[in-house]
Structures are given as structure tokens and as C-alpha cells.
């Protein structure tokens, strides 16, 4: 019965390093989203997985940002190169169906990776 | 770009009283959500209405829709300490398009 986790929780990186950030979402969920929360604002799509395949990727702010899903289940958000406008708290979501599936709208949120960039 | 314009940004009420808060969005919509984020314990979904809905109801929560006007608010009735935390509507097309938020402080 565990929910969605992200790990680490907290992330003090250099400018110009690279960053992994890890998602695990809940069991069996098709749907995986990642969210980009600035301080102060309300979270901004990044990019959305449907099992293994990246369906959507219009959110990532540039190409310096990568995500990854290789077996359907366990999600990484790669920043390489990281700038101080990366800092902010990456959220990740999940869901039991497919985008299509237009009645399983719920997404389960984990708790988030705060990273802050100096 | 943010979907979703709540208001007011921040409310501080006494414990007992009822908060109420506003949410404005650009496009048509399929759904709307309100989510609850506070430090212990992340993004909430708290709840849903469809777009030929025009209040629902939730425990102490209550929400209502006006897709003419795009906007919805949202109401919390009898406040707890708590219900501290902001508050965010959320627009839905497979992926949720957040507001900024509106900050609630419950005054014990």
C-alpha cells in the first residue's frame, strides 16, 4: 500500500553539475508524470510516461533536461549541466490509467525532490 | 504557462470560521481539481468536478463550477488549524495545469 516515492528528498548541487532525481510510483500504474514546482508557484507539467514510453515531453524548460522510464515502473529526471533557475521542487505523479481513460483522472503525487542549485 | 488564477493569493482566518477561495482558468475544460499541499505531507487530491457538474460536495468541502464564467471556488466550512496549507485548483487534459495557489492560515 505504499504510495509514490522520490528520492532524494533534498539536493544541494553546484552550478554546472549533473543531477538524478528518482521516482517510484505506485504499483501497477500506468501514468507517470513529473512536475516542476518553483517557489511561491503552483507545479508546471514537465513530462508525462505512459508505461515506458514518453508521450509528452512539451514541458521540459530545455534540452539539458532528460526522463527516463526503461521498464514501465521506476522513473529518473536527469538535469545536466544545472543552473540556478533549475532550483525548485520536482514532483512526481501517478496513475492507474492510460491518458485516454478519461475516468481515472486521479494522480498520486509523492512528496517531492527539493533542488537547490548554487 | 499556468492555466489557473486562484484568489485571494493568501487568507488568514480564526479556527471555526469558513474560508473560501476562487479559482479562474482560460481554456474549456474536462475536468477541474483542487489539490491541498503542505509541508508534511505533499500534493493532496482533495476533489473533482466535471465540467457538467455545478457543486459537489466532500465531507467539509464544497465546490462549485461555473463553466460559463471559468472559474470554480472552493469553500471549507467549520476551519481547523489543520486545513492549513495552500490551496491549488487544477485544470485537466490528461496532465494538470496548476494556478499559483491560495495560502490558508487557520488562527487557533
Known amino acids: 500500500g505504499a504510495g509514490v516515492s522520490q528520492s532524494p528528498r533534498y539536493k544541494v548541487a553546484k552550478r554546472g553539475q549533473d543531477v538524478a532525481l528518482r521516482c517510484d510510483p505506485i504499483s501497477g500504474h500506468v501514468s507517470l508524470f513529473w512536475y516542476q514546482q518553483a517557489l511561491g508557484q503552483g507545479p508546471e507539467f514537465l513530462t508525462y510516461f505512459q508505461n515506458e514510453a514518453q508521450l509528452d515531453k512539451s514541458g521540459l524548460p530545455s534540452d539539458r533536461f532528460f526522463a527516463e522510464r526503461p521498464e514501465g515502473s521506476v522513473s529518473t529526471l536527469k538535469i545536466q549541466r544545472t543552473q540556478q533557475e533549475d532550483s525548485a521542487v520536482y514532483l512526481c505523479?501517478?496513475?492507474?490509467?492510460?491518458?485516454?481513460?478519461?475516468?481515472?483522472?486521479?494522480?498520486?503525487f509523492g512528496p517531492g525532490t527539493r533542488l537547490l542549485v548554487l | 504557462s499556468q492555466q489557473g488564477e486562484e484568489d485571494p493569493q493568501a487568507l488568514s482566518i480564526q479556527e471555526g470560521e469558513n474560508a473560501t477561495m476562487n479559482c479562474s482558468y482560460k481554456t474549456s475544460i474536462n475536468n477541474l481539481q483542487w489539490y491541498r499541499q503542505n509541508s508534511g505531507r505533499g500534493l493532496v487530491h482533495l476533489i473533482l468536478?466535471?465540467?457538467?457538474?455545478r457543486e459537489k460536495h466532500s465531507g467539509r468541502l464544497r465546490v462549485t463550477l461555473d463553466t460559463s464564467k471559468k472559474s470554480s471556488s472552493l469553500l471549507i466550512t467549520a476551519s481547523r488549524a489543520a486545513d492549513t496549507a495552500s490551496y491549488f485548483c487544477?485544470?485537466?487534459?490528461?496532465?494538470?495545469?496548476f494556478g499559483a495557489g491560495t495560502t490558508v492560515t487557520v488562527r487557533a
Open positions: 505523479a501517478s496513475s492507474l490509467a492510460e491518458r485516454s481513460d478519461s475516468y481515472q483522472e486521479t494522480q498520486y
Open positions: 468536478i466535471r465540467s457538467n457538474e
Open positions: 487544477a485544470t485537466y487534459d490528461y496532465k494538470l495545469s
